[in-house]
């Protein structure tokens, strides 16, 4: 069975850094478009990155670029989302998924909650 | 950017009922089109992919059709366990974009 098992969420400062993972298993993971996607508390989701299966393409929701870095370790199986300068509204849970046509399936999701 | 424009936002229906939800893509997107169902704390789940084909182990009375730049699900007959928000998601291009989200109650 496709298995994606997020981690790396917490609580974090406005202004500080967080590092997402997500590993995956069950399918072969160096064939995939893989996607972040993010759900704000009482909001529908939205796609935040995509990166190709080999890492030398990557797309972001233009409000995140120059913040958020995509990237992936075929080797370890695992999928990674850099945040860096957070803010109150990037509180979120945060989920990856494969992209095939789309996005199928998603993991169980980590909850990001930035707040002083 | 494609905006997905959903209706309705929410509706009330009883068990049996036939559901039908409506997503309208700002330009042509083909068939690369999704609908998800989540549930409360849970993650959305696919339902349909390419606009009309049913993801395996959805039962069959949910569909989808459409092409270009309307979508429709259809829940024939609707049962207790299908309570929840539904959302549309095109693919063609990026941004991905989702729908606004449907959410269907108990009446």
């Known amino acids: 069975d496709v298995q994606l098992v997020e981690s790396g969420g917490g609580l974090v400062q406005p202004g500080g850094s967080l590092r997402l993972s997500c590993a995956a298993s069950?399918?072969?993971?160096?064939?995939?478009?893989m996607s972040w996607v993010r759900q704000a508390p009482g909001k529908g989701p939205e796609w935040v990155a995509s990166?190709?299966?080999?890492?030398?393409?990557?797309y972001y929701v233009d409000s995140l670029k120059g913040r958020f870095t995509i990237s992936r370790d075929n080797a370890k199986n695992s999928l990674y989302l850099q945040m860096n300068s957070l803010r109150d509204e990037d509180t979120a849970v945060y989920y990856c998924a494969r992209a095939t046509y789309g996005t199928d399936p998603w993991g169980q999701g980590t909850l990001v909650t930035v707040s002083s | 950017d494609i905006q997905m424009t959903q209706s309705p936002s929410s509706l009330s229906a009883s068990v049996g009922d036939r559901v039908t939800i409506t997503c309208r893509a700002s330009q042509d997107i083909r068939n690369d089109l999704g609908w998800y169902q989540q549930k409360p704390g849970k993650a959305p789940k696919r339902l349909i992919y390419?606009?009309?084909n049913l993801q395996s182990g959805v039962p069959s009375r949910f569909s989808g059709s459409g092409s270009g730049t309307e979508f429709t699900l259809t829940i024939s007959s609707l049962q207790p366990e299908d309570f929840a928000t539904y959302y549309c998601?095109?693919?063609?291009?990026?941004?991905?974009?989702f729908g606004g989200g449907t959410k269907v109650e108990i009446k």
């Open positions: 390419a606009a009309s």
């Open positions: 990166i190709k299966h080999d890492g030398r393409e990557t």
């Open positions: 069950g399918f072969t993971f160096s064939n995939y478009w």
């Open positions: 998601l095109q693919h063609n291009s990026y941004p991905l974009t």
